[in-house]
């Protein structure tokens, strides 16, 4: 079966730019998890959603960052005012049980703030 | 609070050597540990896991690690590198019942012809 998706691949925008990017979790997975991945570094979590409500938001690093799953199944991470040191890979995965440690990851989406 | 250190941050080895990247680990109860592969431009694969059974745990692709509780270790081994085995790896480590996966900085593993 298909595994996570996300889109775009890439995307480049301009400081003070929104940018939404999109996941598709594995179809019948009830948790989704969003990760960033800075150069040279591993991924960090960002947020954290059981169905339809964020569980654990304690990641995302300021108000600019909010993440929204209204139907518990597609997640879409947005990025107001982008900054440059927004520029990462952001990384969704989902997980089959509510708050699993195994989870499935994406390709990822790289974002690049000019 | 839990965290990863992998030790090396660039192996290379060359084709049909012994492959060893090591990770050492810290946590406040008992972990959940994992080691995922990056292939470029590819999403992060689960390589193997350790909940609390065998101390020697196989994955796939000729991959096994060992958790080391006296040494707060989970090296990663493969006797054999092949060229496809040149990627990024990550250590990971959560708590046993925890959602949160706090990942190492990677290592990157080239294999030479």
């Known amino acids: 079966g298909a595994g996570v998706s996300q889109t775009p691949s890439n995307k480049v925008t301009e400081k003070g730019k929104y940018v939404e990017l999109r996941c598709d979790p594995i179809s019948g997975h009830t948790a989704l998890y969003w990760y960033r991945q800075s150069l040279g570094q591993g991924p960090e979590f960002l947020i954290y959603?059981?169905?339809?409500?964020?569980?654990?938001d304690s990641g995302l690093p300021n108000d600019r960052f909010f993440a929204v799953r209204p139907e518990g199944s597609v997640s879409t991470l947005k990025i107001q005012r982008t900054e440059r040191g927004d520029s990462a890979v952001y990384l969704c995965?989902?997980?089959?049980?509510?708050?699993?440690?195994?989870?499935?990851f994406g390709p990822g989406t790289r974002l690049t703030v000019l | 609070a839990q965290s990863v250190t992998q030790l090396d941050s660039h192996v290379s080895v060359s084709e049909g050597t012994p492959v060893l990247l090591r990770c050492n680990y810290s946590?406040?109860?008992?972990?959940?540990l994992f080691w995922y592969v990056q292939h470029p431009n590819k999403g992060l694969q689960l390589l193997l896991k350790?909940?609390?059974?065998?101390?020697l745990v196989k994955g796939i692709n000729g991959f096994e690690a060992e958790f080391k509780k006296s040494e707060t270790s989970f090296h990663l081994t493969k006797p054999s590198a092949h060229m496809s085995d040149a990627a990024e790896y990550f250590c990971?480590?959560?708590?046993?019942?925890?959602?949160?996966?706090?990942f190492g900085a990677g290592t990157t593993v080239t294999v030479r012809a």
């Open positions: 959603f059981q169905g339809t409500g964020a569980a654990d």
């Open positions: 995965a989902s997980s089959f049980l509510a708050g699993d440690n195994e989870q499935f």
């Open positions: 350790y909940t609390s059974a065998a101390t």
């Open positions: 990971v480590v959560s708590d046993r019942n925890d959602y949160k996966l706090s």
């Open positions: 946590s406040s109860y008992s972990p959940s």
